[in-house]
Nanobody
Framework: QAQLVESGGGLVQAGESLILSCTAS????????MSWYRHAPGKGRELVAG????????LLADAVKGRFTISRDNGKNTVHLGMNNLIPDDTAIYYC??????????WGQGTTVAVSP
């Protein structure tokens, strides 16, 4: 059974950093594009960052470029979202997402990030 488990969320002050981690199991991790989405109060879910199966290509939303990074370790079935210089607008539930070329999709349960001014 496929499973994604996020960790690393918390309450921080503006300007501080966090690293979110997502550990995958139950599917061939290296064949899946891994992404982070977030859902802020009163807003729709948005793509934050993504990384291809090989790790050679990444994508970052404009709102987080220069502050966030995404990386993966295929040997440990993990993907990380490094978040620096956090701002209150980054407050959201962050979800780990896995997708394959044949349209299989898995979601984690989410981890909450709260940034105070």
């Amino acid at each position: 059974q496929a499973q994604l488990v996020e960790s690393g969320g918390g309450l921080v002050q503006a300007g501080e950093s966090l690293i979110l981690s997502c550990t995958a199991s139950g599917f061939p991790f290296q064949h899946y594009t891994m992404s982070w989405y977030r859902h802020a109060p009163g807003k729709g879910r948005e793509l934050v960052a993504g990384v291809t199966g090989s790790g050679n290509s990444t994508l970052l939303a404009d709102a987080v470029k220069g502050r966030f990074t995404i990386s993966r370790d295929n040997g440990k079935n993990t993907v990380h979202l490094g978040m620096n210089n956090l701002i209150p607008d980054d407050t959201a539930i962050y979800y780990c997402h896995a997708s394959s070329e044949d349209a299989r999709v898995y979601w984690g349960q989410g981890t909450t990030v709260a940034v105070s001014p």
